[in-house]
Structure formats: structure tokens, C-alpha cells
């Protein structure tokens, strides 16, 4: 009893919950006041969140600087389209939502356990190699989804079906109100989960791998295993990202899973604050909100203005724009 | 000797990380003066050196060389205006020979240097390629065999004389007799104090083992914990080897 | 016989060009720790400069003898403006340079649009080599690499300034301690990288179609060479883009173009994991 009172009043005094539940609050009334079309469009960079929450994970508080995540990205948004759609060749009457969710997840996580056996295990292979071959990835894997016909080659997979609520398939879900909370809701418990998971001994354990690895080892960390645990964590909760993402814009194409997204990322988790996954998350809604306002009016200038933003924050606010919600270490 | 002070050091903080290993170190040093540093592992003196060369950011106090504050300085300005630094483990460029070790550190030696200070405008008397395979009789004949296949001692030899070729004002040796044979740190030792007197250059040794300092230089100083705790001239200790031991703890 | 003498030339004609992309990348990387994921927009912007010098009559071989010193020139700048604010942080270096390249990509789409363009060929027809007719600007594509890389090694080994450079390499501190004027010899070395890069590019324009987004084809492999070749010295990042560049051609001669970028891959991961000093040098490098 008394441990848990000591847990909520040192959550109670943590910046980032703070700003965190403010902002779920906020999230949750918004439906009260806001028209439904909206709600659409906001619900949908809930997954964007998302997946900025995970690249902070990965990146900012584990030190890997991954510059492949949109991979995992797109790995949920495929499986689930081809789940959904049908698709898969064995069991075409298996169209469950909550399979393609599962699914995307598993197979990310096998991929993220994949690579990070084959990478953490070996020395010398310090982050910005990791950072290099995780490029590399992003860039094979976008050229096969586009050279593969079954995954719908360089147009992707169309008209995906919305979360349907069935076990297998079902009713869509197209009531605007139910849809965004659902989506808030898997936002709500990922980021939650992440936030707690930070300030986890497993999560603590990951900074001292981060910055002090050999001493981190003499205590009997066990580097390579940890950073495999937190990579696939980061990819299960992209692949979630992703799945979510087909669900509601009811596509997936190649340019999901490759290089030019793992760059929009890492430019979110970049200006919103690398040291944070409720401030990367907060950058991923401010870049989306921004971009979503100012690029039809910009045209082609637009992204210079996003790359020439990032370039400052990067020279002048590396911590990123919500970075002072980083939690304080010792 | 004149009362010029050629480096000075005041209340010098410096560490690594969050860690303080210097903590108030203050040291003056006269040109030509040779100095031994005395000190356990971890008392300072490696960091110490480093400070001077501005390998290693001060983060409070004044390091002067020629009364001019030169804690702000690149490394290689401070290099060029007359400090050569030594450090453990001699860290020659192994892949050169031992002629391009020599004619890289002789490079910046023959550049204008722009030294700001006067120094006495004194023309530093001429240390070139020649003088050293004087100096050092076998290297001359070994010039084009790679550093890293000498023997320890011939390498502390090779990275003494590329200290010695950029004309320095004062050396900084950091414990330049581990793990060289006693025949070569004698040798070695000579070459020290005829070259050090012949051309005033200053030296700053710094050693664990006080018997290797003695002979070589005028003054010992004493550090530990980051401070000088001990400043006397070598005949002192000579004939009080208690004052030693009871720092050193020997 | 003649069939496989031409399949050869047209892989040392790719492996050429690829390590004098590497090249770059690597003496920037041994020399300063920087890690420039605008490289392959350098390359990119030396191929434009040239479209630039067709355009406004100048012609297409002054373009190519004038994309490395502009390239150059701009390398100096991006280094006093950008670089020398983050070379201490290697992970914000990748970011700021990263930043960079999408700069770089859409100024260049803001000026030339976002297709492609295309350069005469300032040396069309066939040249007779060895009894082979092979094109003649291929040839003279793998001269000028040649000469360039020659040129290069001739600049670090046989220079005062290359035996700074070498020794900066080696020991950064240390070189500073004989009186190397390390940030100088950044400035230098990061222009000289650049201008290689923009060399590579423009000397390619001609044969293949410029678009703002042809800069990652090449710093991927780029990379790759350099991560298999190892960074133990100036030489063998070449060996890496000899094993890659010969492995992408054979893959996409017997097998497929689509194949060939995930066999280099694969290749290039395992032998990274394998090798992780390179397999050319012995020196462990520290990133």
C-alpha cells in the first residue's frame, strides 16, 4: 500500500505525466466541441504520435538512433492491410482486425529481434553504424514492397477496411466519435505504457546502457539482450502505429515503410524532443498541424521551411521544442 | 636566473565529466627551470599536463604562459608557442616512419609561429633533423623503418626527439621512463640535461618514482588530489627523504 | 571474350565512380568523425552544376572541370556554417547534415522542378580499345575518376599537407600537440571531400538522368563501402566499393536490378557484423 502511494506522488511530481495527462484530458473533451469531420482528421495523426513515441523510445532514451523505424511502421500498416483485405493466401476468410494487429506486431518484433541479435551482440558496432544499416533497411525494404505484386507494388494496397469491431470482420467502425477514441485509446495506452516503462528499472537500466555501457556491463547488464528487449519494443509499438494507420486512412504504400518517413519521424521526435516520448509525440501533432496548415499555401517552399526548422533545432535547441519534459536523471 | 615566469598556473579547476581531478592547482615555472611532479596515480598530473596543452578544457583559474592567459587557446597555438608535450604512452604515429614522425612535428615548428609573446626575442637555437640523428646516433640509420616496430625504449627516444625538433620552450613528460629498460632511461636521462641546458629549455617531468626526478631536476613538487601539497627544491628532499614518505607513503 | 572484357569496364566504370564517393565520405569521416548524409547531395549538386554550365552555353566538359571547385567551395561554407557547430556530437552531426541534404534537395526542386534532366554527351560514339569498341565517354569517365583518386592519394601521401592530415587521422590530439592546426586542416579536408563528391557527380551527368533524389542512391552504397572496407586508412574504403560495386553488378547482370540492392545488403550486413574493423584494416574505429 505504501509503495504505491510512494509511485503516485512521485508520478504526481513528474513533469512529463503532467503534461501528459493534461493533454489526454484535453484529447478525450475535444469530441464535445469539435465538428465530426475533425475529429477524423485529428484521430488520424494519433498514429503518427504513435510512432513518434516509439522512435523516442528507441532513440532518445535508449540511444539508438534507428533511422529505419518507419520500417516497422510499415510492416504493421502491410500486415494489417493484407489481413484485412483478404490477402492472405492460406486463410482468406481470416480478415480479423485485431489478427492484423497481432500480426503486424509479431512480425515486427521478429524483425527487430532479428536485426538486433545479429547487431547488438557484436562489438564495435558502435550507434551511428547502427544508424547507417538501419538506412539501409529502410531503403531494401521500400524497394520490395514496391517490386512485390502481392503487396500491391507501387501503388500498395487500397481501400483497406476501418477497425471493424467483430472478432472476425464485422461491422466497420465509422462513427467519427467511436473511431477517435478507439485511436486515442491505443495512443493513450502505448505512450502510457512507454512512460512507465521508462521509469521502470528495466527502463533505467536502458540510460545506463545508453551512456555509461561499459559500466553498465561490469554490473551485469547484459548489453546486448537489453538493447534487443527495448528495440523490439520500440518496433511492436510502430507496427501498432502502422496498423492503426491502415485502419484509418485505408491504405498502405510503399513510401510507408522506407526512408523518406523514417526521415519525417526522426524530424518530429527531433523538434518535439528527442529525451521525451510524450514531447516527440507533441512534435509529430505540431509538425503534422503545421504541415497540414501552411503546405498547400507554401507549395515546394514548405519543406524547406521543415528541413531549414530542423536544421536550426538541431544546431540551437537539440533537446527539441517540448524537450524540457524530459524527465530529470541522476 | 631571472625572475620572468615562463608558465604559471593559479587556482586551476579541471576534470573529466562531473568529476573535479584538478581541484586549485597553482604552479609558476621560470624558463629553463626544471621541475619534477611527484604524485600517486590519480593525484592529478596527467591531468595536469593535459590542462597546460589544452587538451582538456580548465573550468576555473588561469593558466599563463608568458603572463599571457592561454586557457582559451587551441592546443596547437599552444604547441607553437613553445610547449611540447610527451604524454604516457608516447602516442607516436606508429604507421609513419620514424623520418615522417620527425618532419611532421618539425612542420609546425618552421611555420611562422605567431607567437604572440615575446619571449624574450630570443631566437630559439636551432634543433633540426640533423642535431637530432646527432643526438640519437641510432636513428639515422633506421629513418624510413615504421614507428610501431621499435622497441620501447627506442620509442620514447623517437617521441622525445619529436619533441624536441619543434624547438620547444618547455617539455612536458609524462612518466618517460615506464616501462624502459634502466640502460636507455640513463641514456635518455643524459640527453635530457645536456640538451635542456644547452638550448634553456624548461622541463616539467612528471613521475611516481621520486629517484628518477631527483638527479635531473632542480625542484620537486608534490601532488595530491588534484593540489600541490609539497613545493621544494631537489637538495631538500635529498637530504630529508622523510618528507617523501610521508605523502608518498613509501 | 569481348563480351566479358565490356562487362568488365562497365563494372570498373561503376566500382570508379563509387570510390570516389567514398573516398570523400571516408576521408571526411576518418579526418573530422563527421558523418555527412549530405554527401550524395554534393554529388547530386555537382551533376547540376554541370546541367547549369550546358544550359547557359558554357558547355558540358568546363562544367565537369568546374563542379569540384564549386562543390569545394561549397563544402567550405557548409563547414564554417554548420559543421564546425556540431562536429563534437557525432549523432547531431548525422541530424544537422541530414538537414542539410533536404535543404539542399529542395532548393534544387524549387529551381529545376522535380523531374529529372538530361546532359548531352559531350564525347558520344565509340572508342577502340584493345580491338573492343566500347563508348568513349565511358572511358573518359574512368580517366578522370582515375586521375582523381590518383591525384587524391598523391595529396595525403606525398604532401606536407597530406602528412598532416594523415597524422590528424591517426591521432587527433597528438597532432595538435606538434602544432597541426587541426580546424584548419577541417576546413580543407571537408572541401576536399565535397569537391570529390561533386566530381563524381558531375562526371556522371552525362550518362545518367539528374533528379533532386539521385543523392541516396549513392550514399547508401557509399556507406556500405566504407563499413566492409574498414577506415584503418585512406586506401581501404576502396576495397569496400570494389566488393560492393562488383557485387551489385554481378547480382544485376545474372540476376536482377531488384535483387541486386538486397544481396549487397545482406552482403555488406554480414560482413560488417564479421568484420566490424572492415576487411581491409586492422584499427578499430570508434563511432
Not at chain 3, 564549386?70 to 563544402?75: E, R, S, V
Not at chain 3, 541530414?98 to 546532359?119: D, N, R
Not at chain 3, 533528379?211 to 577506415?231: E, K, N, R, T, Y
Amino acid at each position: 500500500m505504501q509503495r504505491g502511494a510512494w509511485w503516485l506522488v512521485r508520478l504526481a511530481g513528474d513533469r512529463e505525466i503532467g503534461a501528459a495527462t493534461l493533454v489526454f484530458c484535453v484529447l478525450i473533451v475535444l469530441p464535445l466541441l469539435l465538428p465530426a469531420w475533425i475529429l477524423t482528421e485529428l484521430s488520424r495523426y494519433f498514429s503518427y504520435m504513435l510512432l513518434a513515441a516509439s522512435l523516442a523510445f528507441v532513440w532518445g532514451h535508449c540511444g539508438m538512433l534507428c533511422l529505419g523505424q518507419a520500417v516497422f511502421f510499415g510492416v504493421g500498416a502491410y500486415t494489417m492491410s493484407v489481413v484485412t483485405l483478404g490477402k492472405l493466401g492460406f486463410a482468406p476468410w481470416l480478415v480479423s482486425s485485431w489478427l492484423g494487429i497481432a500480426l503486424g506486431m509479431s512480425i515486427a518484433a521478429m524483425l527487430a529481434l532479428v536485426l538486433g541479435v545479429f547487431f547488438f551482440f557484436a562489438r564495435g558496432l558502435g550507434g551511428a553504424f547502427f544508424g547507417i544499416v538501419t538506412l539501409a533497411v529502410a531503403v531494401i525494404a521500400e524497394r520490395l514492397a514496391t517490386g512485390s505484386r502481392w503487396l500491391g507494388g507501387q501503388n500498395g494496397l487500397m481501400g483497406v477496411p476501418a477497425l471493424q469491431a467483430g472478432l472476425n470482420a464485422g461491422a466497420e467502425i465509422h462513427d467519427e466519435a467511436v473511431a477517435y477514441y478507439i485511436a486515442l485509446g491505443v495512443l493513450g495506452i502505448g505512450v502510457g505504457l512507454t512512460l512507465l516503462l521508462v521509469r521502470s528499472s528495466w527502463g533505467l537500466s536502458l540510460l545506463a546502457v545508453r551512456d555509461h555501457e561499459r559500466r553498465a556491463e561490469a554490473l551485469g547488464v547484459n548489453i546486448g539482450r537489453r538493447k534487443t528487449e527495448a528495440f523490439v519494443f520500440g518496433a511492436v509499438l510502430a507496427a501498432l502505429a502502422g496498423a492503426l494507420f491502415a485502419s484509418q486512412f485505408n491504405f498502405t504504400s510503399p513510401p510507408l515503410i522506407g526512408f523518406v518517413m523514417s526521415a519525417e519521424v526522426l524530424i518530429w521526435v527531433a523538434l518535439g524532443g528527442r529525451g521525451s516520448v510524450v514531447g516527440a509525440s507533441l512534435g509529430a501533432l505540431a509538425v503534422r498541424l503545421a504541415e497540414a496548415w501552411l503546405s498547400e499555401p507554401l507549395g515546394p517552399l514548405w519543406l524547406l521551411v521543415l528541413g531549414g526548422t530542423f536544421l536550426l533545432t538541431v544546431l540551437v535547441a537539440p533537446l527539441g521544442l517540448f524537450g524540457f519534459l524530459a524527465p530529470r536523471r541522476s | 636566473m631571472t625572475d620572468r615566469v615562463l608558465l604559471s598556473l593559479r587556482g586551476v579547476f579541471a576534470g573529466y565529466g562531473s568529476g573535479m581531478v584538478l581541484q586549485g592547482m597553482s604552479l609558476t615555472l621560470a624558463p629553463g627551470e626544471r621541475v619534477g611532479i611527484l604524485g600517486r596515480n590519480g593525484a592529478g598530473k596527467t591531468t595536469l599536463m593535459r590542462s597546460i596543452m589544452g587538451l582538456l578544457p580548465i573550468k576555473a583559474g588561469t593558466i599563463c604562459i608568458d603572463g599571457e592567459s592561454v586557457a582559451a587557446w587551441p592546443t596547437h597555438a599552444i604547441a607553437r608557442s613553445g610547449l611540447a608535450y610527451l604524454p604516457q604512452g608516447r602516442e607516436l604515429f606508429a604507421a609513419l616512419s620514424i623520418e615522417d614522425n620527425l618532419r611532421v612535428a618539425g612542420l609546425a615548428a618552421h611555420t611562422p609561429v605567431a607567437r604572440r609573446v615575446g619571449g624574450e626575442g630570443s631566437v630559439r637555437s636551432g634543433l633540426n633533423l640533423e642535431a637530432i640523428w646527432d643526438l640519437f646516433g641510432w636513428m639515422r640509420s633506421r629513418r624510413t623503418e615504421r614507428a610501431g616496430q621499435l622497441s620501447g625504449g627506442q620509442q620514447q627516444q623517437l617521441a622525445l626527439a619529436r619533441a624536441l625538433i619543434a624547438h620547444p620552450r618547455l617539455l612536458l613528460l609524462d612518466e618517460p621512463f615506464e616501462g624502459v629498460q634502466p640502460s636507455i632511461v640513463e641514456e635518455t636521462r643524459q640527453i635530457l640535461r645536456e640538451v635542456c641546458t644547452k638550448h634553456q629549455i624548461a622541463l616539467m617531468i612528471a613521475e611516481q618514482d621520486a629517484e628518477s626526478v631527483l638527479g635531473l631536476c632542480g625542484r620537486v613538487v608534490l601532488m595530491e588530489r588534484g593540489m600541490v601539497v609539497l613545493d621544494r627544491p631537489s637538495e631538500t628532499v635529498q637530504a630529508n627523504p622523510t618528507l617523501l614518505e610521508e605523502f608518498l607513503g613509501i | 571474350m569481348h563480351d566479358l572484357f565490356a562487362a568488365l569496364l562497365d563494372v570498373s566504370n561503376y566500382v570508379l565512380i563509387l570510390m570516389l564517393v567514398s573516398l570523400g565520405l571516408a576521408i571526411v569521416f576518418g579526418l573530422m568523425n563527421v558523418i555527412n548524409m549530405a554527401h550524395g547531395e554534393f554529388m547530386m549538386l555537382g551533376g547540376y552544376v554541370v546541367l547549369v554550365c550546358h544550359q547557359t552555353g558554357l558547355g558540358v566538359l568546363p562544367g565537369i572541370l568546374l563542379a569540384p571547385i564549386a562543390i569545394a567551395l561549397l563544402g567550405l561554407l557548409v563547414e564554417g556554417l554548420l559543421i564546425q557547430r556540431v562536429y563534437t556530437r557525432v549523432v547531431d552531426t548525422i541530424l544537422a547534415t541530414w538537414g542539410l541534404s533536404i535543404l539542399l534537395k529542395q532548393l534544387v526542386v524549387l529551381g529545376f522542378g522535380p523531374g529529372s534532366h538530361a546532359v548531352p554527351n559531350p564525347l558520344p560514339g565509340l572508342a577502340s580499345l584493345a580491338g573492343l569498341e566500347y563508348p568513349a565517354y565511358r572511358l573518359f569517365i574512368m580517366l578522370v575518376t582515375l586521375f582523381a583518386l590518383l591525384a587524391t592519394f598523391w595529396l595525403f601521401f606525398r604532401t606536407d599537407f597530406g602528412l598532416s592530415a594523415r597524422c590528424v587521422i591517426a591521432n587527433r590530439g597528438m597532432a595538435a600537440c606538434l602544432g597541426i592546426d587541426t580546424r584548419l586542416l577541417d576546413r580543407f579536408t571537408f572541401a576536399c571531400g565535397s569537391g570529390l563528391a561533386g566530381l563524381a557527380g558531375a562526371v556522371m551527368a552525362p550518362i545518367v538522368s539528374l533528379d533532386p533524389q539521385m543523392g541516396l542512391g549513392f550514399l547508401v552504397p557509399a556507406f556500405l563501402s566504407i563499413l566492409i572496407g574498414g577506415l584503418g586508412s585512406v586506401a581501404t574504403p576502396l576495397a569496400g566499393a570494389s566488393i560492393v560495386g562488383l557485387t551489385d553488378n554481378l547480382v544485376s547482370t545474372f540476376l536482377s536490378p531488384l535483387w541486386a540492392q538486397g544481396v549487397v545488403f545482406t552482403v555488406a550486413i554480414v560482413l560488417i557484423r564479421f568484420f566490424p574493423t572492415g576487411v581491409a584494416s586492422r584499427r578499430p574505429r570508434h563511432l
